[in-house]
Each structure stands twice: as structure tokens, then as C-alpha cells.
């Protein structure tokens, strides 16, 4: 058997084997999805708005937390202007003299990470939510959280991110994008290894926090990394499905690659630094599963890549050459050359196809985007999913370089 | 009660490997058995045409004593057979393309390779015997091609051979041989026509045209 064939039955197989640990999820806990447990205390919640050049946004989300449905004087919003070169510490500052809730600090530029560890030492609350300034979480959210964090070991609870913006085809392909991360993160709750605390809003207990020394300042995905800690000391994160909270995502293509670069990249780096949890960590699930899937992941994406890579050079240098008999009136294919012979790798393909369908039909249908058509899920899988290879190859190429910089803004 | 929620995760994980690795086990199984169909396919028809190659080798005893009428039956019996084994190539080259996971079909390309130039020592001895005024066209090219560009080189010839063949109909036999298998009654055919390298058209035991060449230029030299 040919090498490369061996390598796409290895995609194959892994492929499979992920997508029904899904199903199996999604059939045996598909009436739990949107169920939360009712708190049976209210705690007091310190929310932390980490903000740097949110002029367009910042207004829209102190509003949406002003509205959050939470008994007075257990919130507290602390906005954490990072040196905001626009309006943004302008608009804080109006809404603090607005609201006594809301407390403002101003700091130098240090990052997003060092922003919200700044605002975790002035934090009051028993718990820790940390919002991004561009996103809107509903009236509930915040209530649908809490209840997690009366089960015993539980640190920290994320909720379901929509998309705010749906203005063209890119930000649509990210509805169902997100749909879709936010139904395998609620499938995963159910076999606790909820490896992101995403950063529009997820809350923390404040004591866990201060134990793992806040959000990592160096990784560009601190919202990865914070969970990977967390969970790497044994504790559980949740996710709450009915918490829903609306971001403001890329519009334009440069920049949803920018905001992918920052992702792949921050991935790598928390895989690379927890690694050695695998063995050590006392928390079984994430060593032997999480860490192993997301590196596995990101290995099929490697590898998957470079088949691609590889498809075309084949396809494309024949092509190349044949361009010369072209130009000579020659033709490299004839209606009567065309063959149709099934192989093993168009078998596997077929039936990943079919599994895929149905996985994406199950998925949208149990999210914000409801039952879609196949057309819809081909365009989805094929032409979005494929754009995914450019922020990885161009993160790769950074990480070579040892290019680590904020991407996003 | 922690036994039993790692007891039921790891059974999430079984589960879902059992699932995968029956499907996997069903289309690797699936896919070997069409392979394998293809491939009998293919040993079944070499064996009719091995039947008919002895039965070529049989008539070379008889050109001593035929006759004209004698001729005509072997010329048309030879162009009946040279058709049927280049369509036999074309299958041949497609289910080779189609099956990954077993390598059967190197074997029978070197086997129809074999047959094929005895088709064409046949042909020779029928050519000179009966002196038949059709063209022979021998085409040697990489069973094996390395590079994209012998790949592309060759599916180019093919075609402006086939443009030619189907111009020429039963005027002229076009016979593929792969010239890469270090067969030696091969090498010893190329050898004697002098033919030093891959992909080359020998027309009429005289010319030999290495690479592409129109097919305006090769029939040229067909009918001289």
C-alpha cells in the first residue's frame, strides 16, 4: 500500500472515531443540552471588561452588563482601559460617572492577559467574569451561569457565543461556525473536558484564579491557556448552553485571518506548555483526552494540509506540462479518456461525506441557525472550512519565525 | 461513584472506537474486495488472451506453407487480437490508477507486457510471411513514470497514437510496450532497434521518434 494512502486512512480513521464520540454525546445527552442547575446561593460577581480601542463597541456592552438581570450589589462592572489610543476610555469614563457599578481603571498598554489580572486585584466578587468589549451577553447569562458553581470542584463556567454582526458571506459562514464550536463544547461539558473558557463571557471562582496566578500575559489565547490551567490542577470547567452572549466577529477576510493566526497560535503554545499533563496531570480526562484531541487536531490539520499541498503540486505540475502540448493543439483529456473507477480512498471519502452531513445536520439543528440544507453544510465544509489552512500555514510560518504578536487589533 | 463516571466516559470512548473501526473494518474490506474484483477481471482476460497469443505462436508453424487466403485470416485474426489488447492496456492503466491497496497489477502489467511483444514478433513474422502492406507502430514508454512530466509526456503520445490508429484503422497496428521492466526479451527488441530511451515510437522497424512528435509528423512516416 502506498504511503500516502496509508496516511489518509490514519485522517480517516481519526476523523471517524472523533465525530461519534460527538454523536454518541449529542443521542445520550441531546434533552440535557439547554438545562442549567437553578443557583441555590447568589454570589457576588466582580464582571472585568478588559478594553483596548472598543470606541465602536465598548458603549453597546457596559450597556448590555448595566442590564444583566443580577441582584443589586452583587455586580460590580470594572472596565480595564488598556491605553486606548480612540474614544474608549472617553466612553468608560462617562458610564462611570453614570453608574456606581461601574468602576474604571487606566493602565499602560500590557495586553489583553494583564489587563484582566489588574482588574482581578481590584475585584471584590466572589466570582470573576471576564467580558470581552465587543461583546453583548443576554439579560439572563449571567444567571444561567452561576448555578454550575454549586457542584464541588467546578472553577470555571463559559457560555454559548452567537454572532452579532451577519453583513456578508464571511460573517454568515461564521454563524454557523460558532453554532457549531458552541455545540461540541456543550457536548464535551458532558464528559468534562470544556477546554475553553471563551472570552466574551466566562466566569471564574476569584480563589482559583488567584491560586493559578491569573491569565497567562504571554499566550495569545488566554482564554485557552486559563482552562488548561485550571483543569490541569483538577478542577472542572462547564459550559452553559442557554447563556447566550452576542460578539462582534471579522467582517473582513485579513482580519478573521489575523483573528485565526492568534488562535492556531495560541493553541500551539498551550499545548507546548502543557504537554507534560498528559502523564502528570491529576485530572485524568484532560491529560489522556483533551490534550490528546486538540493536539490531534491540530496534527490531522497539519497533515491534512499537507496532503492538499500535495494534491495540487501533483495535479498542478501535470497540468504544468501538459500546457506546452496545449499550445500545440494537443488536448490532455478527451470525452472518451473519461473513467470512473471506485478506489478504497473514494469509499472512505463517501462515507466521511455522509457521516460529516450528518453531523453538521445535527449540529445546526440543535443551535441559533436551526435545520440548514445540504447546500448550505457542502458551502460550509468545503469553502469555509477550507480557508481554515491559511491562518494555520501563516501561524506555523510565525511560530517558525518566533513572530508572536497580538494579531486581532 | 467516580468509578462509575470514568467507567461511563471510557465507555463513550469505546463505544465510538468500536464504531469507527467497524465502519473502517467494512470499507477496507469493501474496497479490497472491488480491487481484487478488478484485478481477476483483468487475470481472467490476460488468460483468454493468452490463448490467443498461443495460438499466434501456433500459426508461426504454418507461415511456412500458407497460402495468400491463409494470410488474409491471420492478418485479420492479428488486428482482431492487436485491438484487443490495447483496449486491454487502456483497462489495465485504469484499474491500476483505482487500486491502492494491493500492488497485483504490477505483475500483470509485466505480463501484458510479454504478451504484447510477442503480439508484435507475431506481427513481424506475419508482416514478412505474408507480405501484408500494413504499418506496425510500436510505442515504448515507462510503465513506472517518476516524474509528473513522463506522465504528462505519455498521456499526450498516447492520445496523438490513438488519433493516428483511428485515421489508419486496419492499415496500421498500434502495439504499447513498456520499455521500464527490465524484461529481457524487451530490452533485446529495443536494444536491436536501437531505441535508448523512454517514451519512443518505433514505425515500421525503421524510424525511431523519441518524445512528442505530432500526428501530422508520424504519419509521415506511416505507409512509406
Known amino acids: 500500500m502506498n504511503f500516502f494512502t496509508a496516511f489518509y486512512l490514519v485522517m480517516f480513521f481519526f476523523g471517524l472515531f472523533f465525530l461519534f464520540i460527538f454523536m454518541i454525546l449529542h443521542y445520550r445527552n441531546k434533552d440535557k443540552l439547554y438545562s442549567y442547575p437553578k443557583p441555590k446561593i447568589i454570589p457576588s460577581v466582580s464582571i472585568i471588561v478588559p478594553a483596548y480601542n472598543e470606541e465602536n463597541n465598548i458603549a453597546a456592552t457596559l450597556n448590555a452588563l448595566i442590564n444583566l438581570e443580577y441582584p443589586a450589589g452583587k455586580k460590580e462592572i470594572i472596565v480595564v482601559d488598556d491605553e486606548s489610543t480612540d474614544k474608549t476610555l472617553e466612553i468608560a469614563k462617562k458610564f462611570a460617572e453614570k453608574y456606581s457599578a461601574i468602576k474604571l481603571i487606566h493602565k499602560k498598554n500590557s495586553g489583553k492577559a494583564d489587563s484582566v489580572n489588574v482588574g482581578i486585584k481590584r475585584a471584590k466578587g466572589e466570582l470573576i467574569a471576564v467580558v470581552d468589549a465587543d461583546s453583548y451577553p443576554n439579560k439572563d447569562a449571567l444567571l444561567k451561569m452561576i448555578g454550575y458553581f454549586d457542584e464541588v470542584g467546578v472553577a470555571a463556567v463559559t457560555s454559548r457565543v452567537l454572532v452579532k454582526n451577519k453583513e456578508n458571506w464571511l460573517t454568515k459562514f461564521q454563524v454557523m461556525d460558532y453554532s457549531i464550536i458552541a455545540w461540541t463544547r456543550k457536548l464535551l461539558d458532558f464528559i468534562d473536558s470544556v477546554y475553553v473558557t471563551n472570552g466574551p463571557i466566562s466566569v471564574y471562582r476569584k480563589d482559583v484564579l488567584l491560586e493559578i496566578g491569573g491569565f497567562d500575559k504571554k499566550n495569545l489565547t488566554e482564554d485557552i491557556e486559563v482552562t488548561w490551567n485550571i483543569l490541569s490542577r483538577g478542577y472542572k470547567t462547564r459550559m452553559s448552553y442557554s447563556a447566550i452572549v452576542y460578539t462582534t466577529v471579522p467582517e473582513k477576510f485579513t482580519v478573521w485571518v489575523k483573528q485565526r493566526i492568534r488562535w492556531n497560535l495560541g493553541g500551539i503554545q498551550t499545548i507546548w506548555k502543557y504537554w507534560k499533563s498528559i502523564i502528570n496531570s491529576p485530572n485524568y480526562i484532560f491529560g489522556r483526552f483533551v490534550i490528546p484531541y486538540v493536539t490531534t487536531s491540530f496534527i490531522l490539520a497539519l497533515i491534512g494540509l499537507f496532503l492538499v499541498i500535495r494534491s495540487i503540486w501533483i495535479t498542478g505540475s501535470y497540468h504544468l506540462y501538459s500546457l506546452y502540448y496545449a499550445f500545440s493543439g494537443y488536448s490532455l483529456f478527451k470525452y472518451a479518456d473519461f473513467n470512473f473507477s471506485i478506489s478504497l480512498l473514494f469509499i472512505f471519502a463517501v462515507i466521511f461525506l455522509v457521516c460529516g452531513i450528518w453531523y453538521y445536520k445535527v449540529g445546526f439543528k440543535n443551535s441559533e441557525t436551526g435545520k440548514k440544507g445540504i447546500f448550505s453544510i457542502l458551502a460550509y465544509s468545503f469553502i469555509y472550512r477550507a480557508f481554515y489552512v491559511i491562518p494555520l500555514v501563516l501561524a506555523i510560518y510565525k511560530m517558525v519565525r518566533g513572530d508572536l504578536r497580538w494579531y486581532t487589533k | ?224
Open chain 2, 1 to 224: 461513584m467516580v468509578h462509575k463516571i470514568i467507567q461511563s466516559r471510557f465507555n463513550v470512548f469505546l463505544e465510538a472506537f468500536l464504531m469507527a473501526a467497524s465502519i473502517f473494518i467494512i470499507a477496507f474490506a469493501l474496497g479490497l474486495y472491488i480491487e481484487s474484483s478488478r484485478t481477476n477481471n483483468i487475470i481472467n482476460n490476460y488468460k483468454t488472451y493468452e490463448i490467443q497469443g498461443l495460438d499466434f505462436k501456433l500459426q508461426s508453424y504454418y507461415f511456412q506453407t500458407m497460402t495468400a487466403s491463409t494470410c488474409d485470416l491471420a492478418v485479420k485474426h492479428n488486428f482482431e487480437f492487436a485491438d484487443q489488447v490495447y483496449s486491454s492496456a487502456i483497462d489495465l492503466e485504469r484499474a491500476e490508477g483505482a487500486n491502492q491497496i494491493t500492488d497485483d497489477l504490477i505483475l500483470e502489467k509485466q505480463r501484458h507486457t510479454l504478451l504484447r511483444t510477442e503480439l508484435w514478433l507475431n506481427t513481424l513474422q506475419l508482416k514478412s510471411k505474408c507480405g501484408y502492406p500494413f504499418d506496425t507502430v510500436v510505442y515504448f514508454y515507462y510503465g513506472d513514470p517518476r516524474t509528473n512530466k513522463a506522465v504528462s509526456e505519455q498521456k499526450i503520445i498516447s492520445n496523438v497514437l490513438k488519433e493516428v490508429k483511428e485515421r489508419f484503422g486496419n492499415k496500421m497496428i498500434l502495439i504499447p510496450i513498456a520499455g521500464d521492466f527490465n524484461l529481457d526479451s524487451v530490452n533485446l527488441q529495443m536494444e536491436s532497434y536501437n531505441v535508448t530511451q523512454l517514451p519512443a515510437v518505433l514505425i515500421n522497424e525503421k524510424t525511431v521518434l523519441y518524445g512528442f512528435h505530432s500526428a501530422e509528423e508520424i504519419e509521415s512516416y506511416v505507409g512509406r
